[in-house]
């Protein structure tokens, strides 16, 4: 089956900085590929997403790059905030209906 | 987006016993699916809830375990079966849009089986 691997699982950045959590995939069919972010004790909500036509897709200071080539995507998080601190899954569309998550990044951003 | 409703929110449940989590959406919606997140842990697709006809289970996952119903194209039941310690989880019901791949969890049931 499909297989999504991320890193790092946790990560800790100084408040204004960036972030980058990266992600793999197995299935070279896939082809949308959104971003999580669950905050303590709530739902994951979706933040953003890329599907397979497109290398780049920006949403204020979130970002998400695409490289179907080596089968990798990441998200980037630039001027952090302290409520940005949340665990991140990254998640990759398998067999057309099914979403495979990776296994989450604790991002906690020191003020 | 779709506005969609789980209860119980949390439950505290005997070893052994069944428990049977609700969810309702405010629009039809094509595709429903069950997810587990155990604690600290990322979210597994236990199965796919299908209008009118038996659940699609993901490997690991059984029927008898985890029964799952769907009467209509806005609610969905869950039944965790038989509870262990193990059980203890979030359960999340999910839903896609149509646009394909896009999905949208409920708050999720937090089970705390003794």
């Known amino acids: 089956g499909e297989n999504v691997e991320q890193h790092p699982s946790t990560l800790s950045v100084q408040e204004g900085d960036s972030a980058v959590i990266k992600c793999t995939y197995s299935?070279?069919?896939?082809?949308?590929f959104p971003w999580y972010k669950q905050e303590l004790g709530k739902r994951p909500q979706l933040i953003i997403d890329?599907?397979?036509?497109?290398g780049e897709k920006k949403d204020q200071r979130i970002a998400v790059t695409l490289n179907k080539t080596a089968k990798h995507f990441s998200l980037h998080i630039t001027e952090t905030q302290p409520e940005d601190s949340a665990v991140y899954f990254c998640?990759?569309?398998?067999?057309?209906?099914?979403?495979?998550f990776g296994t989450g990044t604790r991002l906690t951003i020191i003020p | 987006s779709a506005v969609i409703s789980q209860k119980p929110s949390r439950d505290i449940c005997q070893r052994g016993t069944s428990l049977t989590i609700q969810c309702q959406v405010d629009?039809?919606?094509?595709?429903m699916f069950w997810y587990r997140q155990q604690p600290g842990q990322s979210l597994t697709l236990i199965a796919t809830?299908?209008?009118?006809?038996?659940?699609?289970?993901e490997s690991g996952f059984v029927i008898d375990k985890f029964p799952i119903s769907r009467p209509n194209l806005t609610f969905s039941t869950l039944t965790v079966s038989n509870m262990s310690p193990e059980d203890s989880s979030i359960y999340l019901c999910?839903?896609?849009?149509?646009?394909?791949?896009?999905?949208?969890f409920g708050e999720g049931s937090r089970l705390t089986v003794l």
């Open positions: 809830a299908n209008q009118g006809s038996e659940a699609t289970y």
């Open positions: 998640a990759a569309l398998f067999g057309n209906e099914k979403l495979t």
């Open positions: 629009s039809q919606v094509t595709m």
């Open positions: 299935d070279s069919a896939s082809n949308y």
């Open positions: 999910s839903v896609g849009t149509g646009v394909t791949g896009e999905l949208f």
């Open positions: 890329i599907r397979s036509n497109v």
